[in-house]
């Protein structure tokens, strides 16, 4: 098994990053992955505190966030975001957040909350678990999935960090509890990754096109992926070995 992709979400729900390494860090989430999130009007999150994702501008509410791409300069502290929809934008989150608020406008429906203001949370990130956390994903989960729905889709749905792949679907669940060695970072899986209706909307389109909800249930589960924590630091690069410890 070796290390196939990584991605990192500098914001929650509005872009996705390639990158081709990365140093994670114990007890950390991804670096720069979820560090800032788009509070809506009826949110009660508070500044500096973990809150839960129904305070935040999310692709489930708003499909259209799903087709947002990033480029983050970490130099600079600029991020540039794409959308097919819109001109891009660079700005800087922590000096300039209202750019985004009124860039994301035309791509939230009029019946949800608006987008209000960007939030930061130091290191650990927006995750969606409650431990900051890194999501490891099969590539032979995912490839069961389209033969399921019968049709090949895009991994950006599920919004992952790490994409490995081997041969066996699922086996990642099996991973839960144990110590798994990716690069020379060591991860622990704790819990599955629950799935909502963001996984439905096309990361190309940002339209919801694909019942992958329904696809999951035929497994007798709506889980893809697991949350991780990082026990050991360390670098890891795509083409790196996952192992099993």
């Known amino acids: 098994m070796e290390v196939k992709s990584i991605w990192r979400h500098p914001i929650k729900s509005h872009g996705r990053e390639l990158l081709k390494s990365v140093n994670l860090k114990a007890g950390e989430s991804m670096p720069l992955d979820r560090l800032w999130a788009v509070a809506h009007d009826n949110a009660t999150a508070t500044i500096g505190k973990w809150a839960q994702c129904a305070n935040f501008s999310r692709v489930s509410k708003a499909p259209e966030l799903m087709a947002i791409t990033s480029v983050f300069d970490e130099t600079t502290g600029d991020l540039t975001l794409s959308h097919p929809k819109c001109s891009d934008?660079?700005?800087n989150p922590d000096?300039?957040?209202?750019?985004?608020?009124?860039?994301?406008?035309s791509l939230v429906p009029k019946n949800r909350a608006m987008p209000s203001h960007i939030m930061r949370l130091g290191q650990r990130g927006y995750t969606?678990?409650?431990?900051p956390s890194v999501t490891l994903c099969n590539l032979a989960s995912h490839r069961a999935i389209e033969k399921k729905i019968g049709n090949n889709i895009s991994i950006h749905r599920w919004r992952g960090n790490i994409w490995f792949d081997n041969q066996t679907p699922w086996v990642e669940f099996d991973w839960i509890g144990s110590e798994i060695q990716v690069g020379a970072a060591v991860l622990r899986p704790r819990e599955r990754t629950d799935r909502c209706l963001a996984t439905t909307v096309n990361p190309e389109t940002g339209k919801r096109d694909t019942?992958?909800?329904e696809a999951l249930a035929s497994f007798g589960h709506q889980d893809f992926s697991v949350r991780c924590?990082?026990?050991?630091s360390g670098v890891l690069r795509v083409g790196d070995k996952v192992k099993k410890l």
């Open 211 to 213: 019942d992958t909800l």
């Open 95 to 105: 000096i300039n957040p209202n750019a985004l608020i009124r860039w994301t406008e």
């Open 89 to 91: 934008l660079t700005f």
């Open 128 to 131: 969606d678990s409650d431990f």
């Open 229 to 232: 924590e990082v026990l050991k």
